[in-house]
């Protein structure tokens, strides 16, 4: 159980608006958020790129019983270093959700619309002719502009997810910032019991690459690990995008209005 030292930034949080159900009573508030409340935040694990060492995060959230979503992009699954279609079947199979993440891993805002709608329109339906239930988009870079949640949207999604801050609504779900090699475990569980302090409704990690020292945006397998069991033994609710956007939307009365509140990290990938 190594404790990483390095203090976090400022997580980015989604916050839903309504039903926040506040219980009145005697009791203070906990000065510590050592057990989450019941079902607030929701924390949402992304693994974006369609990386081949992501299958080392399969293997953990399979050891600690939780579903993530892995965001990836088509046109180069089966690619030296990228995972293969058969490798997506089978976190597909593990309970796991199958996102989009385009065709190319374009840069959505710097593209005229008809651009857009290719590499995200032909994205979703290769993935979907793969056999994936696609329902998740993730902005390659978190680059989007005012066409790319309507584009999205008529191509079949229902939900989208930038990096870092972002604008709000179901199409621009603000993450924390993107987890990079100096993000240890004090910071990944930073972002979760600060979620918790807000009463924010739920939390999106981006992770791309698991391995050690490896690269700038790669998670240690050992933080993983840790940070998967501690999610696991304190029974913090974990969910898919999909299925947290939903619940989100449920309980919100239909409307889940995301609201990003500090990310601070440059939105990459
Ligand atoms: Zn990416």
Redesign the pocket.
């Known amino acids: 159980m190594g404790a990483g030292r390095l203090a976090g930034v400022l997580a980015a949080l989604v916050l839903v608006a309504g039903c926040a159900a506040e219980r009145p009573g005697p009791e203070p508030a906990r000065p510590t958020a050592e057990r989450p409340t019941a079902e607030r935040p929701v924390v949402v694990l992304t693994f ?2 369609g990386l081949a060492r992501q299958v080392v995060a399969g293997e953990l959230l399979r050891e600690h019983g939780l579903r993530a979503t892995f965001f990836v992009s088509s046109g180069v699954l089966g690619r030296e270093g990228r995972l293969s279609v058969a490798q997506v079947r089978a976190l597909a199979r593990d309970g796991h959700e199958i996102g989009g ?1 385009t065709l190319t ?1 374009a840069r959505l805002g710097e593209l005229p619309p008809e651009r857009q709608e290719q590499e995200i329109c032909a994205d979703r339906r290769a993935l979907v002719a793969m056999g994936f239930e696609v329902r998740a988009l993730a902005y ?1 870079y978190g680059s989007f502009d005012a066409h790319t949640a309507g584009i999205a949207a008529r191509c079949g999604y229902a939900g989208a997810r930038g990096s870092g801050r972002s604008g709000g609504g179901p199409f621009q779900v603000a993450t924390a910032p993107a987890v990079v090699r100096g993000t240890g475990l004090e910071a990944l569980r930073g972002y979760v019991t600060g979620a918790e302090r807000r009463g924010d409704a739920v939390v999106v990690l981006v992770f791309h690459d698991v391995c050690a020292r490896c690269g700038e945006y790669a998670v240690d397998p050992g933080v993983l690990d840790s940070f998967l069991g501690w999610l696991a033994e304190r029974g913090t609710p974990v969910r898919t995008f999909s299925d947290a956007l939903a619940a989100a939307g449920t309980a919100g009365g239909g409307a889940a209005v995301a609201t990003p509140t500090g990310a601070r990290a440059p939105a990459r ?1």
């Open positions: 974006d790129d993440h891993h390659p990938r």
